[in-house]
């Protein structure tokens, strides 16, 4: 299974369900130096530390597309992005777990918070990188596949 | 008389999604709660026609929050929510008694048709 692949597309697919703009999967790596971080982590057969770096621009189209309120509230801003992180996440691993047949579970993301969790015994990582008309994001993956993955011939 | 809903999920997003669908509809939210914990106060107090039940919530997590309102009302209505949804998250819904788990961002559709099927089974 290409874990990469099924990545960059669920997350493709399910952000422009949540926030109602399409966001491309980028050719390159990214490097975003002024970004806010939300970290989640899965735990199980696909064990993996997910860090989403989100240029502010884009935040602020993401919380736009969500219909965000009360964004005064501090409390507020981050719950919005931790929930588009949710859920964009969310789809990727229902389809890496439909795929292996095997059970994995999210976390609570955590926002502005960098190295938010411990890496420990991930063997594999990969960088992605999305591209949008308001803004770029970038994904770093670090995870250990414990399943057995029967490909189709 | 409107059905009352309760809605028990920590992002403010769902509750707003779900507020603005269900607004001039036969459906009103009586109650939100961000936790487990909170939800399970709500659901003895305001004793709603339907529940909406986030899985991944800090503490008690969803299907724990379920588990304990199915021990305490063998019929209440609940609507499991999640940005997970696998096969094997669904066989573990279904083997605690639940019959819908929507995945997450709702739509309003299916939603209502969630809603009709489950007020359904009182008839």
């Not at chain 1, 736009?64 to 949710?86: H, I, T």
């Not at chain 2, 039940?53 to 997590?61: C, T």
């Not at chain 2, 305490?72 to 669904?90: A, H, Q, R, T, W």
């Not at chain 2, 048709?113 to 007020?119: N, V």
Request: glycine share 6%.
């Amino acid at each position: 299974m290409n874990v990469p692949h099924v990545f960059a597309s669920s997350i493709a697919l399910a952000a422009k369900k949540v926030v109602g703009f399409s966001m491309a999967e980028c050719n390159r790596q990214l490097v975003i130096s002024n970004a806010e971080v939300i970290t989640i982590q899965s735990k199980g057969s696909f064990a993996s530390t997910m860090e989403f770096r989100l240029e502010l621009s884009l935040v602020e189209a993401i919380l736009k597309g969500m219909k965000a309120r009360q964004l005064e509230d501090p409390g507020m801003r981050e719950s919005y992005l931790a929930e588009f992180v949710n859920i964009i996440s969310g789809h990727a691993l229902t389809a890496i777990n439909n795929a292996t047949e095997e059970i994995s579970r999210l976390t609570v993301p955590r926002v502005g918070k960098e190295n938010a969790y411990e890496k420990q015994g991930l063997s594999d990582k990969f960088d992605t990188c999305f591209t949008s008309e308001y803004g770029k994001m970038e994904v770093l993956i670090e995870y250990s596949l414990n399943a057995v993955v029967y490909e189709l011939t | 008389m409107a059905h009352s809903v309760l809605v028990v999920d920590d992002s403010p997003f769902v509750y707003h999604q779900i507020k603005d669908m269900v607004e001039g509809s036969e459906y009103e939210i009586v109650g939100s709660a961000k936790s487990g914990e909170e939800g399970l106060e709500l659901f003895r107090s305001l004793n709603p026609d339907l529940i909406i039940l986030d899985i991944i919530m800090p503490g008690i997590d969803g299907l724990e929050t379920a588990e304990i309102m199915l021990r305490e009302d063998p019929n209440v209505k609940i609507v499991m929510l999640s940005s997970l949804f696998d096969s094997n998250l669904l066989d573990e819904v279904k083997k605690m008694g639940l019959r819908f788990l929507l995945p997450k961002p709702i739509e309003k559709d299916v939603l209502f048709a969630t809603f009709e099927m489950l007020l359904g089974d009182e008839k």
